[in-house]
């Protein structure tokens, strides 16, 4: 299955109804690296998320929130997920 940005993105807006979200696709960064499926895509992927769910919650906590959002992405070959946690403006 190629994995999309988009099928990232639908599923954390479902799941953590963020205030903020960004989903890149970096596997043609990756090409060759471990994981890479020689496509160029699908595999390698970069989240940058904010959302009210995470308030309060430790650093791993709010990656772990991510992660399990997108099991069934990993289960399907998503290989590396870089997440960067986005806050409110003060």
């Known amino acids: 299955m190629n994995i999309t940005?988009?099928?990232l993105e639908t599923r954390l807006q479902?799941?953590?109804?963020?205030?903020?979200l960004q989903v890149d696709d970096e596997s043609a960064a990756h090409a060759g690296?471990?994981?890479a499926?020689?496509?160029g895509q699908g595999t390698h992927f970069r989240v940058?998320?904010?959302?009210?769910v995470f308030d309060g919650?430790?650093?791993v906590a709010r990656h772990r929130l991510v992660y399990d959002s997108l099991q069934q992405f990993t289960d399907q070959g998503l290989h590396a997920l870089a997440i960067e946690i986005v806050?409110?403006?003060?």
């Open 5 to 7: 940005a988009q099928q």
């Open 14 to 20: 479902t799941d953590l109804q963020p205030f903020f």
């Open 33 to 35: 690296h471990a994981g």
């Open 37 to 39: 499926d020689g496509s």
């Open 48 to 52: 940058r998320i904010g959302a009210g």
């Open 57 to 59: 919650l430790s650093r």
């Open 87 to 90: 806050d409110l403006p003060a």
